[in-house]
């Protein structure tokens, strides 16, 4: 039977949450002072341990200043609000969670739920790190290299938190497999994770979608609607493309996340929200701000632990072992047996993947149908050469210089098959002008020009819609 140590000086608070932990198959112990608690924890180790940071003697952060004292057991804070310096602190001290003053009788049974001792936490990471030295795997993720060794040590340390995690880096950089590595590796890995790309939601629906919404409370509401906080209670919600919610609506988020509660769209009744948030866009954060697409406090709230993803082109040393291990999925899924030749892997190794990790998987998949034999070649692999899609955009750039006084125009396309762009232009107008050369070459064939670009199409469609939305502003205000 698990023991539970509840160290708070109010005594009514203490009684209440004992007998409720005494229900859930605990022995409970209780102090009032960290005096007290030191002496609770010596007659017996707690597996779990609800930590009130005002107490009488001093603040209870000065337990963590004994590592020994508490290696053992789980520590849950006990704080009068949720905070961005909630969560800073709850990190930095390695508790596991925190409980909102007044005690919710659901908050604190979630948390009993998911008591895990940290030597099993522990013995988890342990195992990973020595599975990633050998197969090049840590979770759902693969990688040998020191960029990824980095991303690995992260979510090491911020798994077994219940910290609010934002993942940034390009398109297919495989930032929701980062998330589902989190949440497999944390203690609420037993209930759901539900990852939402709000690009690809109405803005209409979204706020239905993300709150739910009440029977008749608009029109077409025939019945009453779950949420994604409703349908990932207790698990993990993945926000991707965050950038792209209505700023009204990040306002909302917002307000859940700093209080825990929420409503239905037509409801007067809130509900608690017992998920893990993990963010993540394909923009820079800072830039997303400046923009007006992402609040800025919102981004602070997120931002409790960032992670970067890098590009595949800045761990080409994982190239080979992401295609093989792509490669082998393929083949147990067809029934087949077929290799990489040698010159395959190296023409792997020396294309840049604009669309990166997830590029490299389309095409390891077509690379498989495409050879008629075991072994696979190079000839149905991409190239950096001149004169391809992938490369349009470098070979622009060096001729840029010459072209910017010879065209007039910020960008010609010559034939279709390339672009010159004037020297001077930002990364955002190269990159749009790109997406619109080739959209056109292949006669507006969306899914093609995606293929080629080497992005999604969801991608694709969004960067479509904000060129439409910048040229209705432009023609609005009269710009030209």
């Known amino acids: 039977m698990s023991h539970a140590l509840i160290v708070e000086d109010d005594v009514d608070a203490a009684q209440m949450m004992a007998a409720l932990i005494a229900t859930e198959d605990f022995t409970v ?27 009488p003697d001093g603040s209870g952060m000065e337990l963590f200043e004994d590592p020994e004292l508490i290696a053992h057991s789980e520590v849950v804070l006990i704080t009068g609000h949720a905070s961005l310096e909630t969560s800073i602190q709850a990190l930095r001290l390695g508790a596991a969670d925190y409980l909102i003053k007044p005690v919710n009788i659901k908050q604190l049974q979630g948390i009993l739920s998911r008591v895990m001792k940290p030597s099993t936490l522990k013995a988890e990471l342990v195992h990973l790190n020595a599975e990633w030295q050998k197969t090049g795997h840590f979770g759902h993720l693969w990688g040998r290299s020191p960029p990824m060794q980095r991303i690995y040590e992260q979510i090491s340390r911020v798994a077994g938190t219940a910290v609010s995690v934002f993942v940034t880096g390009e398109s297919g950089t495989g930032k929701e497999v ?26 209409n629906l979204i706020e239905s979608e993300v709150f739910g919404h009440e029977k008749g409370s608009f029109t077409g509401a025939d019945r009453q609607h779950q949420g994604f906080f409703e349908r990932a209670h207790g698990g993990t919600l993945f926000l991707d493309e965050i950038t792209e919610m209505p700023l009204d609506l990040q306002v909302k988020l917002l307000r859940v996340l700093e209080t825990g509660l929420f409503m239905r769209v037509g409801s007067t009744h809130t509900q608690e929200a017992d998920v893990r948030i993990i963010a993540a866009t394909n923009r820079p954060p800072d830039n997303a701000v400046a923009d007006g697409r992402l609040r800025e406090d919102l981004l602070y709230r997120l931002n409790v632990f960032p992670i970067h993803l890098p590009p595949l082109r800045e761990r080409t040393e994982d190239i080979a072992l992401l295609a093989e291990h792509f490669l082998a999925g393929v083949c147990q899924k067809e029934g087949q047996s077929k290799r990489f030749s040698p010159a395959a892997l190296a023409r792997l190794a020396s294309y840049r993947w604009p669309g990166n990790v997830r590029e490299l998987r389309n095409v390891v998949q077509r690379s498989f149908v495409m050879a008629a034999e075991s072994v696979i070649t190079d000839e149905w692999l991409p190239s950096d050469a001149p004169g391809t899609a992938a490369a349009a955009l470098s070979a622009a750039s060096a001729s840029a210089s010459a072209a910017a006084t010879a065209a007039p125009t910020a960008a010609a396309v010559d034939s279709g098959r390339s672009i010159t762009i004037r020297l001077g232009s930002s990364m955002a107008d190269a990159e749009r002008q790109l997406i619109l050369a080739t959209l056109a070459h292949y006669s507006n064939h969306k899914e093609r020009t995606a293929a080629v670009l080497g992005v999604s199409l969801k991608t694709l469609y969004n960067r479509l819609k904000e060129y439409s939305s910048d040229k209705v502003g432009s023609e609005s205000s009269g710009v030209e």
């Open 178 to 203: 980062v998330a589902r590595t989190v949440h497999d590796l944390s203690r609420r890995r037993k209930q759901p994770f539900l990852a939402v790309n709000c690009g690809a939601i109405s803005p």
């Open 29 to 55: 112990a209780t102090a009032g002072t960290l005096r007290d608690a030191r002496r609770q924890i010596a007659l017996q180790q707690p597996d779990l341990v609800l930590l009130d940071l005002q107490l």
